[in-house]
């Protein structure tokens, strides 16, 4: 798909492995490469030169003004946010302080390995979407990658302050953005900060209270 799309890409595992460093940090291997961002830009300018600006607008409607959807006779309280993957739950808990939702993996705080960091964001999107899986290709392993059918439409909800309303999601073809409404077509406007995109398998359920 790279090819297929042309799309410029850094390549830790290859040819710009040299952007990258493996840390000994008791994780099985996959988890051992890092870089960040200074070090890729620097590898672009230096080796790729990949452009670095763009005609094509950000899929989200960030504002500066605070969306606050507790005025909306719809929305729900979301102090936590709990959606279930396969054998684990990925949690998120509003934190009123700091305004923003800590996240949480497998019952446990998620926070950066060296750092100790946490794991937070200002905005959630809950996509549901329908999966399967892309038979002629196979991981190590031998399982067959997922398939995200996320070209049609469905539903969700955008979660940010503490409460959730329900939107629809389409996307007419893949390379076209995704497009985020609430339930009355209107296009959702987004706290400006980090965003959280949860692509959830629809027969995995989604707990907000």
């Known amino acids: 798909d790279i090819k297929t799309w042309k799309i410029d890409y850094i390549d830790g595992n290859t040819r710009d492995s040299k952007a990258f ?3 000994k940090n008791g994780l099985a291997t996959e988890h051992t490469v890092y870089s960040n961002l200074t070090t890729i830009v620097n590898h672009n300018k230096n080796v790729r030169k990949f452009k670095t600006t ?3 607008k950000p899929p989200l409607h960030y504002v500066t003004d605070v969306v606050d959807l507790s005025k909306y006779e719809d929305s729900i ?3 936590n946010v709990k959606v279930n993957y396969s054998k684990y739950d990925v949690e998120f808990k509003y934190d009123k ?3 923003r939702y800590d996240r949480y993996i497998k019952g446990s705080l ?3 390995y060296f750092k100790k960091e946490v794991f937070d964001t200002k905005n959630i999107l809950v996509v549901n979407v329908k999966t399967g899986s892309v038979a002629q290709y196979k991981d190590p392993a031998g399982n067959s990658y997922l398939d995200l059918k996320n070209i049609g439409s469905g539903d ?6 503490g409460y959730a309303r329900k939107i629809k999601w389409t996307k007419e073809a893949r390379n076209k953005q995704t497009v985020y409404k609430y339930e009355d077509g209107t296009v959702i406007d987004v706290n400006d900060s980090n965003t959280y995109i949860m692509m959830k398998p629809v027969n995995q359920s989604v707990k907000i209270n």
């Open 77 to 79: 309280v979301a102090n």
């Open 97 to 99: 302080e700091k305004q």
């Open 156 to 161: 969700g909800y955008y979660i940010t302050n």
């Open 21 to 23: 460093k493996r840390e």
């Open 110 to 112: 998620h926070q950066d």
């Open 54 to 56: 763009t005609d094509v």
